[in-house]
């Protein structure tokens, strides 16, 4: 079997890659993270999280920009409806401390971090797992029995270790920059193709002079993060842009097989994140653990076959697989509305009382979508109101409300 220097070889310092190294390291495992940056969590993103998550993954104190229990829907007209509820349902957090403090524990737990250091190949076979990686124009090799793929959406490695897709994988393209404001309290949210094509903007405050303002859709984006800065510099919502737009890749839906010989992916790599919003935090932790606990269980065995690790696949199904299928399939339907239907939408909500209803119902959740997207939709009215748009969301609507949960 030859001379392992590790047991677990973990590629990418995100939220899932440091949560499963505090997991694994903490069993005894001697245990190594490679990421290219030297900045532990520096990745684009918006910060939000809801509260599950951060019941399960308690961030400090410090780490907590605002607490979200409500939130203003722009329509495509520019009408404003606040959707509020009465407890905090969401967290905006400080990111890169956040996912900072996860790899401090790991380390802390015994990880060694290796930083810097960006993976050129990897080399799976029967004996184990060569990882090559380069820093300061230098080559290190790392062996190991198993190797986890952290390293974020659409990552290269994956071809490495028999994992790539390929082009036929969806996504979105996230954009997004960091601005200063006058006293802006809450989030907001801006829909119609205008302000992104099939999807939605946000404000997002992270103190009382910061916000970041982006927008996410699976159409090519040419100019909208820009138009949508000026309407909101002409509104006197923004005052000046702090860091330029930035764009980066989200997954839409998730790998066919999230695992191999010796391999796991999680969290983006793996192509797990909210169909809905983009988001993928609370994906990312949770695949970290399902990925620590199996690999942990074929550590004991010695035993690191496909046959193995599939059970890593049953894990996340069973907590995800629903979820991505109603979310998808409800990006899909809002993909196809215009902007006069999102407009019409928006009002028979909020005048028919049903938005309070949804608001107050247990199925609502900011981690969760799928349950709240099937109450709207068998709704005896709306559902029928937004068949009338047209056949095709008819029949879309009639296939998501067969689905049980």
């Known amino acids: 079997m030859g001379v392992y220097l590790y047991d677990v070889i973990i590629i990418g310092a995100g939220p899932g890659g440091n949560i499963a190294a505090i997991r694994l390291a903490s069993m005894g495992h001697k245990v190594v993270l490679l990421d290219w940056r030297k900045i532990v969590g520096d990745k684009l993103c918006t910060g939000i999280v809801g509260k599950e998550c951060v019941e399960k993954f308690p961030p400090n104190e410090t780490h907590i920009h605002q607490e979200a229990r409500c939130a203003t829907v722009v329509s495509p007209a520019g009408k404003r409806y606040q ?19 996860f790899a401090k524990r790991a380390i802390g737990a015994g990880a060694t971090y290796h930083l810097g250091y960006k993976v050129t190949n990897i080399d799976v076979s029967t004996s184990g797992v060569i990882v090559t990686a380069s820093s300061a124009s230098k080559n290190y090799f790392y062996k190991a029995k198993m190797v986890i793929i952290a390293s974020g959406f659409a990552s290269p490695l994956l071809k490495m270790v ?8 969806e996504y979105l393209l996230g954009e997004q920059a960091e601005v200063s404001v006058n006293g802006l309290e809450n989030t907001e949210v801006y829909l119609g193709n205008k302000i992104s094509p099939g999807s939605f903007g946000w404000l997002v405050p992270i103190s009382d002079s910061k916000a970041l303002v982006g927008l996410i859709s699976r159409h090519k984006l040419n100019g909208h993060i820009k138009r949508f800065l000026d309407e ?4 006197r919502k923004v005052d000046e842009v702090i860091k330029p737009p930035k764009r980066w890749g989200i997954p839409l839906t998730p790998l066919s097989k999230t695992y191999g010989n010796r391999v796991i992916a999680i969290g983006d790599s793996a192509g797990l994140a909210k169909p809905t919003t983009g988001g993928g935090i609370y994906y990312a932790l949770r695949t970290g653990e399902m990925a620590a606990e199996v690999i942990g269980q074929a550590l004991e065995l010695d035993n690191f076959t496909e046959t193995q690790l599939k059970i890593y696949q049953s894990k996340w199904k069973q907590v995800f697989g629903r979820e991505l299928l109603i979310g998808y399939s409800g990006r899909v339907m809002y ?4 902007d006069s239907e999102i407009e019409k ?19 609502f959740s900011f981690d969760w979508h799928a349950k709240i997207i099937l109450k709207a939709l068998r709704h005896r009215y709306l559902g029928s109101y937004i068949k009338s748009f047209s056949p095709i969301l008819a029949r879309m609507i009639g296939r998501i409300v067969k689905s049980k949960l």
Request: glycine share 6%; net charge negative.
């Open 83 to 101: 959707v509020a509820k009465e407890q905090t349902q969401a967290y905006i957090i400080d990111r890169v401390a956040y996912v900072d403090s």
């Open 162 to 169: 028999g994992l790539h897709k390929g082009l036929n994988q």
């Open 232 to 235: 909101l510099r002409l509104e």
């Open 335 to 338: 993909e196809t509305l215009k």
């Open 345 to 363: 939408i928006l009002n028979v909500i909020s005048s028919s009382g049903l938005q309070q209803e949804l608001m107050d119902s247990p199925d």
